[in-house]
């Protein structure tokens, strides 16, 4: 019989962003993030064309690892837009 293992939506850790970041600092790091996301992209697609048999659980914690770092650059470009919006809305 078959099992599967339930993932949640979210990753099991938290970073917290610099009250004091500017939105233009938080679009930087978000860059970041998903510079790091798609490197790693990059090295597990290299890992799994030269592989002669494929570890699973490798692969699965490399595509767990690329998930968290898109959730990191998200939530960076998230934090980002309502900054902008505030300060926007603050002109007024």
Known sequence: MATTKRHSTH??????????????????????WLQYARSLTRLLADFIHEADTLDCQRVAHGMEAIGALMHMGVQCTAQA????????????
């Open 81 to 92: 837009h309502a900054r902008m919006c505030w300060e926007k809305g603050m002109d007024r």
């Open 11 to 32: 990753p099991g850790f938290h970073y917290h962003i610099d009250p004091e970041a500017t939105s233009h600092d938080l679009m930087n790091e978000a860059t970041e």
